[in-house]
């Protein structure tokens, strides 16, 4: 199994465990801002100029998102 399939396993693993906590996908805001922050941190403690890099993955989501609002496709 690749690491990539094995990040993909997690995560399927991890939205499954939000579901079972609360299938309101209202309530999962908060695990979404969570997970950000966290991963904003791990980037930060490993290289402060990663910042930078961190806001362009931001801005990138929120083209993504947005096309998503509007389109009804990822």
Same mark, same amino acid.
């Given at each position: 199994?690749?690491?990539? $399939?094995? #990040?993909? /396993?997690?995560? &399927? @693993? @991890? %939205? /499954?465990?939000? *579901?079972?906590?609360?299938? &309101?996908?209202? %309530? =999962?805001?908060? =695990? ?5 922050? +966290?991963?904003?941190?791990?980037? #930060? $403690?490993?290289?402060?100029? *990663?910042? %930078? ?8 989501? /929120? /083209? #993504?998102? +947005?096309? +998503?609002?509007? @389109?009804?496709? =990822?």
């Amino acid at each position: 199994m690749s690491k990539e $399939d094995s #990040v993909r /396993d997690l995560l &399927n @693993t @991890t %939205a /499954d465990e939000i *579901h079972s906590h609360d299938n &309101n996908p209202r %309530a =999962w805001q908060s =695990w979404m801002i969570y997970l950000l922050e +966290r991963l904003e941190q791990k980037s #930060v $403690d490993e290289n402060p100029s *990663h910042q %930078a890099s961190f806001r362009e993955m931001l801005s990138a989501l /929120d /083209d #993504v998102i +947005r096309n +998503r609002l509007r @389109t009804g496709g =990822w």
